[in-house]
Nanobody, 123 residues
Framework: QVQLVESGGRLVQVGASLRLSCASS????????GGWFRQAAGKEREFVAA????????YYADSVKGRFTISRDNAKNTVYLQMNSLKPEDTATYYC????????????????WGQGTQVTVSS
């Protein structure tokens, strides 16, 4: 098993940048593919980005493509989400997730989830 803890969320202005971190404990994070999801108030959770166990393959939702970058440092058991050019519609609780098995950027089922970190983009 793996436990995930997100950090880095806060209140920022439109156009700002922010980097979220997802630290894991338990089994090495390199055993899992990683993903970021978000959920805005009153809305369903939505996929943001995915990364394979090695960091060589990534996949993004159309809404964040070109603005967000997912990466990982397996030596630190951490997955990151660099968010640039933030918009008010990016306001949400962001969740980190991990899954085993074969990697697919379009896979939405994940085995493990963090508790989330709040990102608020103010205009």
């Amino acid at each position: 098993q793996v436990q995930l803890v997100e950090s880095g969320g806060r209140l920022v202005q439109v156009g700002a940048s922010l980097r979220l971190s997802c630290a894991s404990s338990g089994r090495p994070f390199s055993s899992y593919h990683g993903g970021w999801f978000r959920q805005a108030a009153g809305k369903e959770r939505e996929f943001v980005a995915a990364i394979d166990w090695s960091g060589s393959s990534t996949y993004y939702a159309d809404s964040v493509k070109g603005r967000f970058t997912i990466s990982r440092d397996n030596a630190k058991n951490t997955v990151y989400l660099q968010m640039n050019s933030l918009k008010p519609e990016d306001t949400a609780t962001y969740y980190c997730a991990a899954r085993g098995g074969r990697y697919s950027g379009t896979e939405r089922y994940y085995d493990y989830w963090g508790q989330g970190t709040q990102v608020t983009v103010s205009s």
